[in-house]
């Protein structure tokens, strides 16, 4: 029987140049519930660090390509070490033959390391995912958040590190409290200037007819894996997909609206900021099929 949870110390390769066909020498397997941080770890004093959360259906890891790549741009936006991609490729595979039946989810995680330290922390881990069965198929209400800065604030304020996935989630965090405050289950980000962004954890799909929209993902927004898969999908099956600078007063005149994203996976959103939205509930079993059937 799988363990409960599973935990891998990554000791990152030097040099992405590296060609190996076999990185086992550079991963520990630890107790996930034994103390294995240093004091001085920057993940944790400051949120120094980068992440990915990886679906895993019945032991298949989903989209490891894509979160492997989205890995490496989050480095590149932070000045962290290029991570090997192959050794993280290796890392997820071991870590999700430990998966059990059912949905689990790994995670993917760089730190900056330890204080004036040598070299950078990586670890893997993964556990079962909680249940979103009442979200994927009955919905939830969503606010609109203003995010505090303009449309251009990416562009104009690098720093900001707006493209980035970073472990930095404490104001990701304190607007899901603030969108439960208001009797919501999830946010919506806009900019001051009016512009859509996204969810503090996952991707905003708009329906508008057969054309389905997704804020463009440049500025503050980061792109989401599932997002760009189900566009593939709805593809295949002949719809129109976009990408679109979205006015926030175009969230009125939407038909259907989901957050989508690699754990949750599609939840159609039946309100916002209490305007209410019908739910598309075949069309929405067939996106949560979808997004549960082995994807590379």
């Known amino acids: 029987m799988a363990a409960a949870r599973f935990a891998l110390l990554i000791t990152p390769a030097e040099s992405t140049e590296e060609e190996r066909a076999d990185f086992s020498d550079s991963f520990r397997r630890i107790d996930p519930g034994a103390p294995a941080l240093s004091v001085g770890e920057l993940s944790t004093q400051r949120g120094d660090g980068i992440f990915e959360s990886i679906g895993v259906v019945d032991g298949h890891a989903q989209e490891v390509e894509a979160h492997v790549q989205r890995l490496a741009h989050s480095a590149a936006l932070c000045d962290l070490p290029e991570p090997h991609r192959e050794q993280w490729r290796q890392a997820v595979a071991i870590a999700a033959a430990e998966c059990g039946p059912g949905e689990w989810v790994i995670k993917l995680i760089l730190s900056r390391g330890v204080d004036h330290g040598p070299a950078p922390t990586a670890w893997v881990t993964a556990a079962p ?139 159609p959103i039946t309100a916002i900021d209490d305007s209410p939205l019908a739910i598309d509930r075949a069309l929405t079993a067939g996106l949560n099929a979808y997004l549960l059937s082995a994807r590379d």
């Open 129 to 267: 995912a909680g249940d979103f069965a009442a979200a994927r198929t009955e919905g939830i209400r969503v606010v609109t958040l203003d995010r505090g800065y303009d449309s251009a604030a990416a562009e104009r304020s690098p720093w900001l590190l707006l493209g980035a996935k970073t472990l930095s989630y404490a104001v990701n965090m304190a607007a899901l409290r603030e969108a439960h405050h208001r009797g919501a289950d999830d946010a919506i980000f806009v900019t001051t200037d009016g512009v859509v962004l996204e969810a503090p954890t996952a991707s905003l799909i708009l329906r508008f007819g057969d054309r389905f929209v997704t804020p463009a993902p440049h500025g503050g927004i980061l792109q989401g894996t599932t997002q760009i898969s189900l566009f593939a999908h709805l593809e295949q099956q002949g719809f129109a997909t976009e990408y679109a600078t979205v006015p926030t007063a175009d969230l009125a005149t939407a038909e259907q609206a989901w957050l989508v994203s690699s754990v949750r996976l599609a939840a």
